[in-house]
């Protein structure tokens, strides 16, 4: 079986576990403090939080912007159904918008045209590790005096050309950037998620959020030599990372820049060998990189979908639908009048996800395409 996805994880990694089980501090300590200034380092933000998962970081950071009832975000519904989520955990309403004729990301445009006095911030999405057209966006926050968090879920190596100059996804360009260490996405700690920002004040506000409002973290207290009685100064969340996360999440740094190059060569290798299919391949803008976190075609209109994935999966080819639409899902389908998704939507419908992962083997890859190619003869 080739899976949709594999990890890549192996003694150093393990030793590296094993040695913050060993140190007797397992839970967020020094190790993560170590993961939060290699990764700010990495990417070139001046701040950057380690929390549980990029569910959480999505939520801290539309908490620390005091977004709230009766506020409106606008962001997509082609995303998975945590990007919406987390600014109904603030109880603000999502305004989906739709991707872009070309490509998987928010189209600049259609969120121009959705703010409302009630606009509070946009979420945009770097789907799949694509980035999307931060310079536009960026303006168009500017222009309204709204705050732009990107969700860098799948985008850690991922790159951006900003007049320019070539920079990392998670500087960040809007106000906060949120990522996921998830096994699926390039860089993995198991789960646990960053967040990044170059504001200060919104930093200090993660880190009290994200340990129960505590004004003196574990490792304050624990190294100081007088006693300290802490306070709380906020309701806030336990979304805090393990030091057995941040230890397997440094040695998982020092690998991203050989993992991005391997995942760039593999998606190349895809696109040579999937152009006689007839499929839609996806492509890089002239001033964005992908760590190609996941690699989708667009299945021609007379193919079933579900019935390629199904005879892939019998011939030992793991495969996934497009990214969903939340809009479809029962959280969300509530019938509210909403902007046209057209596009999302087909692309849910059409798309599927192939194999890559920084293993796969020429021959996988071969494989992966001759199943493909079968399927769609079949069907034509």
Known sequence: MIPIALPLLDEAEAEAAHAAVLSGWVSQGPQVEAFEREFAALVGAPHACAVSNCTSALHLALKALDVGPGDEVITVSHSFIATANCIRYCGARPVFVDIGAEGYNIDPERV????????????????????????????????????????????????????????????????????????????????????????????????????????????????????????????????????????????QLKRLPELVARRRTLAARYGEMLAPLGLGLPGEPAWARSNWQSYCVRLPDEVDQREVMQRMLDRGVATRRGIMCAHREAPFANGAARA???????????????????????????????ALKAELRLQA
């Open 112 to 251: 121009a045209a959705a703010i409302t006095p009630r606009t509070r911030a946009i979420v945009a999405v770097h789907q799949m590790g694509m980035p999307c057209d931060l310079a536009a966006l960026v303006e168009i926050a500017d222009r309204g005096g709204l705050a732009l968090v990107e969700d860098a879920a799948c985008a850690a190596g991922s790159q951006i050309n900003i007049d320019g100059d070539w920079e990392p996804i998670g500087r960040p360009r809007g106000d906060i950037a949120c990522f996921s260490f998830h096994p699926r996405k390039v860089i993995t700690t198991g789960e646990g998620g960053m967040i990044t920002t170059r504001d200060p004040a919104l930093d200090r506000r993660f880190r009290l959020l994200r340990q129960h409002g505590m004004s003196a973290p574990d490792t304050v207290r624990h190294a100081s030599p007088t006693v300290i009685f802490e306070d709380y100064l906020m309701v806030g969340f336990n979304y805090r990372m393990t030091d057995i996360q941040a230890a397997i999440g440094r040695g």
């Open 340 to 370: 046209d998704l057209r596009l999302s939507e087909r692309a849910q419908d059409r798309c599927i996800l192939l194999p890559l992962y920084a293993q796969m083997s020429e021959d996988d890859q071969r494989h992966v395409a001759a």
